[in-house]
């Protein structure tokens, strides 16, 4: 398809393929993503989550709908979480960048070229279990299910119906996309082999609030388009 075709917002799926294997790879997570997580998957989870790669806040203010949060990120997006690395190949974790307690879950949507590399780490670090938001396709490839299925495999993988819209560097309450995404989820209380479910349609229009917008969407970002 070529670009002039391309939906709205559809460009987060181009930006991410063409980004340098060392890009930061903001993509931020709408609101509605992370409470249909705590709404269809993790209905239970309570407790002290560290959202890891937190840029401007879209995950971890809605985590703190449910949880007691820990906030960090590699690059410091002026919102008061944490400075430094969690993970990553060219993103050496610090022993300093750490939670105060350690965590119940770890939860986040990382930088996709590192992602495998979150996952490990959060196994170290969470007492109950991590989840990450990632491309559906990320359940491929030969070298993440030797370092991270095989070894490892998910408890939970809850692959989204409708489309989770992700653009560069922005939320856009509007966008489109050709991508898919699921959420792939370790539990230490779960039983052995990996369920996988659907999470139902409609959760983007039930699950997004009437304040979403006032506090997530970067009025910088539409300022500059304006």
């Not at 820990?70 to 610090?94: C, E, H, L, W």
């Not at 959060?122 to 279990?129: D, P, T």
């Not at 959420?183 to 349609?201: H, K, L, M, S, Y």
Request: glycine share 6%; proline share 9%.
């Amino acid at each position: 398809m070529s670009e002039k075709h391309t939906p709205a917002g559809g460009r987060a799926v181009m930006n991410r393929r063409l980004d340098p294997v060392d890009s930061l790879d903001f993509f931020p997570t709408p609101p509605w993503a992370t409470r249909a997580l705590l709404a269809h998957v993790l209905i239970d989870a309570r407790g002290i989550c560290w959202e890891p790669a937190a840029g401007e806040g879209h995950m971890a203010e809605v985590l703190r709908e449910r949880f007691e949060v820990f906030a960090s990120d590699i690059r410091d997006y002026g919102r008061g979480y944490n400075v430094g690395s969690f993970a990553g190949k060219t993103d050496v974790p610090q022993p300093e960048l750490q939670c105060p307690v350690r965590p119940d879950w770890i939860i986040t949507n990382p930088p996709f070229n590192v992602a495998v590399d979150f996952a490990l780490r959060g196994f170290e670090v969470a007492r109950r279990g991590v989840a990450l938001l990632v491309r559906s396709n990320w359940a491929e490839g030969v070298d993440r299910y030797t370092r991270l299925f095989r070894p490892n495999p998910p408890a939970i993988v809850a692959q989204f119906v409708e489309r989770v819209p992700m653009v560069k560097e922005r939320w856009d309450p509007e966008g489109s996309t050709a991508t898919s995404y699921a959420w792939f989820v370790w539990d230490r209380t779960a039983r052995e082999g990996t369920r996988f479910v659907f999470i139902p349609p409609g959760c983007r229009q039930r699950l997004e609030r009437p304040d979403d917008r006032m506090r997530f969407a970067a009025a910088k970002h539409e300022a500059a388009e304006a």
